[in-house]
């Protein structure tokens, strides 16, 4: 569950996000496509707030779309592009609550640059989150979030963050091969979604779809049997 005060209600506004695809570690215990939902599962919203837009081109579904980010030494479970113009504020993308109703606290563990040439200018900040089900201590799952402009210097690793801390914004970048964009409407945020143990999975939008606040873009938690996998 994502909670909207009513001022972030007011602030949901005409705005767009781009996601990442991530992969989690291989477990020999899972088996089969489709997932079985453990008690702490937790949803996954778009790290945008307000409107934005689910892969708008269609050219990198998150079946197929690149990830670059590992965590844990595996390689994300999944990726999607989420997009809005620049400007737009970016959140954590995690739930403030699990499945079983648990508040979930989320850490910052990674911020660095985006690209590998490690300049800014190429990319923006990527910033790593981790959820954990506080009920338990459990880590569920981790987020990478690419392509952030204007980071507050308080974000840093070990800050926790809430449903709306202002991560950054999102923003247009010089054009490079890690960073591919021509004008407004391609500026996006790189999603990479991980599960601590087993996979994760996303939401099978169409292309293009609009998103909101509170559209589930994926879910940590699962018991997915692969990378890429729809919930």
């Given at each position: 569950?994502?909670?909207?005060?009513?001022?972030?209600?007011?602030?949901?506004?005409?705005?767009?996000?781009?996601?990442?695809?991530?992969?989690?570690?291989?477990?020999?215990?899972?088996?089969?496509?489709?997932?079985?939902?453990?008690?702490?599962?937790?949803?996954?919203?778009?790290?945008?707030?307000?409107a934005s837009?689910?892969?708008?081109?269609?050219?990198?579904?998150?079946?197929?779309?690149?990830?670059?980010?590992?965590?844990?030494?595996?390689?994300?479970?999944w990726a999607?592009?989420?997009?809005?113009?620049?400007?737009?504020?970016?959140?954590?993308?995690?739930?403030?609550?699990?499945?079983?109703?648990?508040?979930?606290?989320?850490?910052?563990?990674?911020?660095?640059?985006?690209?590998?040439?490690?300049?800014?200018?190429?990319?923006?900040?990527?910033?790593?989150?981790?959820?954990?089900?506080?009920?338990?201590?459990?880590?569920?799952?981790?987020?990478?979030?690419?392509?952030?402009?204007?980071?507050?210097?308080?974000?840093?690793?070990?800050?926790?963050?809430?449903?709306?801390?202002?991560?950054?914004?999102?923003?247009?970048?010089?054009?490079?091969?890690?960073?591919?964009?021509?004008?407004?409407?391609?500026?996006?945020?790189?999603?990479?979604?991980?599960?601590?143990?087993?996979?994760?999975?996303?939401?099978?939008?169409?292309?293009?779809?609009?998103?909101?606040?509170?559209?589930?873009?994926?879910?940590?938690?699962?018991?997915?049997?692969?990378?890429?996998?729809?919930?």
């Amino acid at each position: 569950m994502r909670l909207l005060t009513p001022a972030r209600v007011t602030l949901a506004a005409a705005l767009g996000t781009c996601a990442v695809l991530l992969s989690a570690p291989p477990s020999p215990a899972a088996s089969g496509a489709q997932p079985r939902l453990a008690a702490d599962t937790v949803t996954v919203y778009p790290p945008i707030q307000g409107a934005s837009t689910w892969d708008r081109f269609g050219e990198a579904p998150p079946s197929s779309h690149h990830r670059v980010f590992s965590n844990w030494g595996y390689l994300n479970d999944w990726a999607v592009d989420i997009y809005q113009n620049p400007g737009a504020t970016v959140v954590s993308p995690f739930g403030s609550k699990t499945a079983a109703g648990n508040p979930v606290s989320v850490h910052v563990v990674t911020v660095a640059p985006g690209c590998a040439t490690g300049d800014l200018a190429d990319g923006g900040w990527r910033i790593g989150l981790e959820a954990v089900d506080d009920a338990t201590g459990t880590v569920v799952g981790r987020a990478d979030v690419m392509h952030v402009d204007q980071k507050p210097e308080e974000i840093a690793v070990g800050a926790t963050v809430g449903p709306w801390t202002r991560l950054g914004q999102t923003g247009r970048f010089r054009y490079s091969s890690c960073y591919q964009v021509n004008g407004d409407t391609g500026a996006h945020i790189h999603l990479e979604v991980i599960n601590k143990t087993k996979y994760s999975c996303y939401i099978g939008h169409a292309a293009g779809t609009g998103l909101g606040d509170e559209t589930a873009v994926g879910r940590v938690g699962t018991e997915n049997s692969g990378p890429q996998q729809v919930c």
